[in-house]
């Protein structure tokens, strides 16, 4: 299949780890360029990619099957409304908004002619992808209760939701925070160079979708922690998924546990590369790396995974992740937020993009 054509616009941390990504997969994607607000913005791109100074610019000069709109969601909207007008698929990073009403006007603005899908990636992290895999193959029953502690706000709520195999539903939050202190971790621009104590805001929060419930727990400097395990747990009527284990049954009175087991070449004397094959529960593949055999990060192959997924909505318009879902787990992370704020129970319900 000829490689998807993509360009990037945006010049900060994450523009450039698309770009890695991008660079690091050229069977399957092509650099279209990247698109600077400034010539000097776009400088420190230039030994990687051709940079173009404003969309303008770039579709003067080349026409990409898609663009990555890699920049905060206060600056999304004009250049979002420009390829939508120009005919331009957009993945959309996340969150696509920052409040309810930005996220009601943003589908008002672009009505049903825009090509947009987002950029969520952690339901596409192996691990919890594997997880989410069993869970959705009914081995566990009927999935009734999930417990995520893996990232923040609307992340953390896309995992949720899949967990218990959920769409729109409405229901009820309530929230609670309490303030700790934790030694720093690594960040973006790697490990600390000398220890600092940091205060810690928790977030604990219940969502009750009719029946089905969602937990959440999370503080601010929980990710990259070093001494902070990401937690999920997926709990159904015939078994469970914790810390790596699945405990289900086979029939009432045969239980059964098996462990994930991730499985990489490179180690030992295997020379075929140093990359994730996929991960294995007892005989089966619950997860398989389809960028195999390239160098990737968990998190690169997640993101792999989104720029996948938005090369095939391109040519086919099968939607991965849609703006629509963006929204609703965004909004979901809003409320939860509310509830934390006022100390009591808040509502959620079907909103406009729900259709």
Same mark, same amino acid.
């Given at each position: 299949?000829?490689?998807?054509?993509?360009?990037?616009?945006?010049?900060?941390?994450?523009?450039?780890?698309?770009?890695?990504?991008?660079?690091? !997969?050229?069977?399957?994607?092509?650099? *279209?360029?990247? @698109? $600077?607000? %400034?010539?000097?913005? +776009? &400088?420190?791109? =230039?030994? /990687?990619?051709?940079?173009?100074?404003?969309?303008?610019?770039?579709?003067?000069?080349?026409?990409?099957?898609?663009?990555?709109?890699?920049?905060?969601?206060?600056?999304?909207?004009?250049?979002?409304?420009?390829?939508?007008?120009?005919?331009?698929?957009?993945?959309?990073?996340?969150?696509?908004?920052?409040?309810?009403?930005?996220?009601?006007?943003?589908?008002?603005?672009?009505?049903?002619?825009?090509?947009?899908?987002?950029?969520?990636?952690?339901? !596409?992290?192996?691990?919890?992808?594997? *997880?989410?895999? @069993? $869970?959705? %193959?009914?081995?566990? +029953? &009927?999935?009734? =209760?999930? /417990?995520?502690?893996?990232?923040?706000?609307?992340?953390?709520?896309?995992?949720?939701?899949?967990?218990?195999?959920?769409?729109?539903?409405?229901?009820?939050?309530?929230?609670?925070?309490?303030?700790?202190?934790?030694?720093?971790?690594?960040?973006?621009?790697?490990?600390?160079?000398?220890?600092?104590?940091?205060?810690?805001?928790?977030?604990?929060?219940?969502?009750?979708?009719?029946?089905?419930?969602?937990?959440?727990?999370?503080?601010?400097?929980?990710?990259?922690?070093?001494?902070?395990?990401?937690?999920?747990?997926?709990?159904?009527?015939?078994?469970?998924?914790?810390?790596?284990?699945?405990?289900?049954?086979?029939?009432?009175?045969?239980?059964?546990?098996?462990?994930?087991?991730?499985?990489?070449?490179?180690?030992?004397?295997?020379?075929?590369?140093?990359?994730?094959?996929?991960?294995?529960?007892?005989?089966?593949?619950?997860?398989?790396?389809?960028?195999?055999?390239?160098?990737?990060?968990?998190?690169?192959?997640?993101?792999?995974?989104?720029?996948?997924?938005?090369?095939?909505?391109?040519?086919?318009?099968?939607?991965?992740?849609?703006?629509?879902?963006?929204?609703?787990?965004?909004?979901?992370?809003?409320?939860?937020?509310?509830?934390?704020?006022?100390?009591?129970?808040?509502?959620?319900?079907?909103?406009?993009?729900?259709?």
């Amino acid at each position: 299949m000829t490689p998807a054509r993509v360009a990037v616009v945006g010049t900060g941390w994450r523009a450039g780890f698309v770009l890695d990504i991008l660079l690091a !997969l050229p069977g399957r994607f092509e650099v *279209a360029g990247v @698109v $600077a607000r %400034s010539a000097s913005s +776009g &400088r420190p791109f =230039e030994r /990687r990619a051709t940079v173009f100074v404003g969309l303008e610019s770039l579709l003067s000069a080349q026409r990409p099957d898609f663009v990555v709109l890699a920049v905060a969601p206060e600056l999304a909207r004009e250049p979002l409304l420009f390829l939508r007008d120009a005919g331009v698929p957009v993945l959309l990073e996340t969150p696509p908004a920052a409040a309810l009403d930005e996220l009601l006007s943003l589908h008002r603005e672009l009505g049903t002619g825009a090509f947009v899908q987002v950029a969520e990636q952690y339901h !596409l992290q192996p691990q919890i992808a594997a *997880a989410l895999a @069993v $869970a959705d %193959s009914g081995r566990l +029953g &009927r999935v009734d =209760e999930a /417990r995520v502690s893996l990232n923040h706000g609307c992340h953390a709520m896309s995992v949720m939701r899949r967990g218990l195999g959920l769409g729109f539903e409405g229901g009820v939050v309530t929230a609670t925070t309490y303030s700790t202190s934790i030694i720093a971790g690594p960040g973006r621009g790697g490990a600390p160079t000398a220890e600092q104590r940091l205060g810690a805001v928790t977030t604990l929060a219940h969502l009750d979708f009719d029946g089905r419930h969602g937990f959440y727990d999370w503080s601010h400097q929980q990710n990259r922690s070093w001494i902070r395990e990401p937690r999920l747990l997926l709990r159904g009527d015939r078994g469970e998924i914790s810390g790596g284990m699945v405990r289900h049954l086979e029939e009432f009175d045969a239980p059964a546990e098996e462990a994930f087991r991730r499985v990489e070449a490179g180690q030992g004397t295997n020379l075929e590369g140093k990359y994730l094959r996929g991960i294995r529960l007892g005989g089966e593949w619950a997860y398989r790396n389809a960028f195999a055999p390239a160098r990737l990060l968990d998190d690169e192959i997640a993101v792999a995974s989104c720029l996948g997924g938005m090369a095939r909505y391109a040519r086919t318009g099968e939607e991965f992740y849609s703006l629509a879902e963006a929204s609703q787990d965004q909004y979901l992370a809003l409320c939860i937020g509310e509830a934390a704020r006022s100390g009591a129970p808040v509502r959620f319900d079907k909103q406009s993009w729900v259709g």
